[in-house]
């Protein structure tokens, strides 16, 4: 098993950036690749970027793409994702996820059913 765990959420205003960091620890060497989901209120999961946790392949969402980037540390088993100009619809909970397989379209359309390891989330509220 995989445990995850999340922070660096918090309120932040338009146009401000944040970093969230993601934490694994357990059979982190049964990790294929790890990713960022968002979830607003009343609204699907969402998939924002992916990171190889063995190469340096990654990739963001359309959705996303110019202002969010996705990094890792292997040596601290940690991904991170930095998001730039921020704006009131980036207002959800983050989520990391793992999973320990290829998955279809991981780096630009991940779909949250094909990954098997969560973290708790962490509340990201961007202010107008």
């Known amino acids: 098993q995989v445990q995850l765990v999340e922070s660096g959420g918090g309120l932040v205003q338009a146009g401000g950036s944040l970093r969230l960091s993601c934490a694994a620890s357990?059979?982190?060497?049964?990790?294929?690749?790890m990713a960022w989901f968002r979830q607003a209120p009343g609204e699907e999961r969402e998939f924002i970027a992916a990171?190889?946790?063995?190469?340096?392949?990654?990739g963001v969402a359309d959705s996303v793409k110019g202002r969010a980037t996705i990094s890792r540390d292997n040596a601290k088993n940690t991904v991170y994702l930095q998001m730039n100009s921020l704006k009131p619809e980036d207002t959800a909970v983050y989520y990391c996820?793992?999973?320990?397989?290829?998955?279809?379209?991981?780096?630009?359309?991940?779909?949250?059913?094909?990954?098997?390891?969560w973290g708790q989330g962490t509340q990201v509220t961007v202010s107008s």
């Open positions: 996820a793992a999973t320990t397989h290829p998955t279809s379209n991981l780096y630009w359309q991940a779909r949250a059913k094909d990954f098997g390891s």
């Open positions: 357990g059979r982190t060497f049964t990790i294929y690749a």
């Open positions: 990171a190889s946790w063995s190469t340096g392949t990654t």
